[in-house]
DNA sequence: AAATTATATCGTAATATTGCAATGTTACAA
DNA sequence: TTGTAACATTGCAATATTACGATATAATTT
């Protein structure tokens, strides 16, 4: 097998494993914490902050934006990736109510 | 290649990457789900409730807690998954400062 | 002790992910 | 229009993950 049995489990935990796969590679989150400490972004930034090579930052980046966490500034040459922050605090808010939602009494 | 490079990247972005991967696949989610919402829990309970095969829950189940989140009470043959709250707090916790440490004033 | 029950581990097949070199593409520059 | 700089895409190799059947283990029950 290797491929994750989708059907069987309701929207929202597939909505929730989606968003937590995002954050589940080192080099996204180091993506996602540089460009939101830019006022504005170019990929090649990314690749010379981080120790990847150019296609694998754009291939990360891409995973990124297919989630809908960028923001795209198409000025010249140079593309400027910007977080988008309210879909960024959407899933803030989809994890917490995960986290919130979540108890136990039992031990 | 497939392995992550994880020696480039500081600590504290591998424990969030790590943290998120617990939650980056559906069964994980519902199997947590599953076991906050019980007084005590059986695995093959899990196993009757998502449409999962036993040894395919107890890989993930391993996953679980191996990231520190489960409580085990060993009581007979059943033995008995708790939530580990204070480490399920403690992942909260983390995740809420990446993202209350993250803005964006590009764009 | 033998059977039973609940769970873990092993082995393996299928698929996904990660990473990079090579190559495309696109927009500006000269 | 010919370069060139900044990405994107493709193709591929290495590794990880997911899933399950078969089997092992460990505690109860009979």
Redesign the pocket.
Known sequence: ??????D?YPESINQMAAIA?VF?????IAILQYISKQES???????DEI?????????????I?DAGLLK?N????????CLNVERFKEFQIVLNSFFNGTTSNCC
Chains 1, 2 share one sequence.
């Open positions: 097998m290797g491929a994750s049995k989708l069987i796969k589940a590679h080192p080099a996204r972004c170019i990929c090649n930034d990314i690749v120790g990847l090579s150019q296609p694998t930052i754009s291939q990360h980046l891409k995973v934006n795209g198409f000025k010249g040459k140079s593309i400027c990736y």
